[in-house]
């Protein structure tokens, strides 16, 4: 992208603050360009968060009906996927899914626990249960 090009939208995600984009300047370098947004960027953020959102209500819901671990919701909750998590802890994909199961979830050692509460930004007690719905 020319650095003549580069989007200037003036999203309401930055807050009115700018960011670095990359972008070709006029000898064929490329440079640092600042930028207020690009609304194209902004709608694809909206749609990810709106789409973590509905995936975090929907595991309230199976945790609430015993079908899954609270693991779950807080995965969701922050931002996070099965293989984003298992990157943030050092398990692996399948013991992730296997911790998100209740009977497996409830027999992790206060280790294990540890890691994913830190993964997570959470406490230990906080991982094991779920936050008051608003």
Not at 105 to 120: G, T, V
Request: glycine share 6%; hydrophobic share 35%; aromatic share 8%.
């Amino acid at each position: 992208m020319d650095k003549n090009d580069v989007p200037q939208d003036k999203v309401e995600t930055l807050g009115g603050l700018r960011k670095a984009m990359y972008a070709v300047d006029e000898n064929g370098k490329y440079t640092l360009v600042p930028s207020v947004g690009w609304e194209a960027e902004e709608t694809v953020l909206n749609q990810a968060i709106e789409e973590f959102e509905r995936q975090c209500q929907e595991a309230r819901a199976r945790v609430t009906a015993g079908e899954s671990s609270p693991l779950e919701f807080h995965m969701y909750n922050s931002r996070m996927d099965v293989i984003v998590l298992a990157q943030s802890t050092g398990f692996f994909k399948w013991q992730v899914k296997r911790h998100l199961k209740p009977a497996h979830f409830s027999k992790l050692s206060p280790k294990q626990l540890l890691r994913y509460a830190d993964a997570l930004g959470i406490s230990e007690q906080q991982l094991k249960t779920l936050p008051v719905a608003q």
